[in-house]
Nanobody, 124 residues
C-alpha cells in the first residue's frame, strides 16, 4: 500500500451523499496538513477541501456548504462528507498530505504525499 489509501467512492444519483475515507501510513499523523483534490476527465485538477493541524478548514467555492472535511475522532483517518452531490462533482478524488500547510491553500504542488484515488460518479 501507498502513503495514503482512499475508499468510499462509488456511483450515486444527484442529490445523494457519499463519505470518502483516507487512511495514512503511520508516519503521516494528525499534525500533517491534509486535503482532498479531484480531477475529472479533460479538466484541471481542483483542490476541494483542506484541514490544518489545528482543525481549521478551507473549501473550494464549488463545494462550500455541501462538503465537510474532518478527521475521525480518535483515529488517524481523514474524511470527506459529500452531500447534495451534483453531476459536476463526478471525478477521481485524491487524498493528499504535507508536513506543513502553506499559503495559498489548496495548492497541489505543496502536497508531497498522494493517494491512488477513488472514483465518484454522480448521475443526473
Amino acid at each position: 500500500q501507498g502513503d495514503l489509501v482512499e475508499s468510499g467512492g462509488g456511483s450515486v444519483q444527484a442529490g445523494g451523499s457519499l463519505t470518502l475515507s483516507c487512511v495514512p501510513s503511520g508516519y503521516i499523523h494528525r499534525a500533517y496538513c491534509m486535503a482532498w483534490f479531484r480531477q475529472a476527465p479533460g479538466k484541471e485538477r481542483e483542490g476541494v477541501a483542506q484541514i490544518e493541524a489545528d482543525g481549521t478548514t478551507y473549501y473550494a467555492d464549488s463545494v462550500n456548504g455541501r462538503f465537510t472535511i474532518s478527521r475521525a475522532a480518535g483515529k488517524n483517518v481523514l474524511l470527506l462528507q459529500m452531500n447534495s452531490l451534483k453531476p459536476e462533482d463526478t471525478a477521481m478524488y485524491y487524498c493528499v498530505a504535507a508536513r506543513l500547510c502553506l499559503r495559498p491553500v489548496l495548492n497541489a504542488a505543496d502536497f508531497r504525499y498522494w493517494g491512488q484515488g477513488t472514483q465518484v460518479t454522480v448521475s443526473s
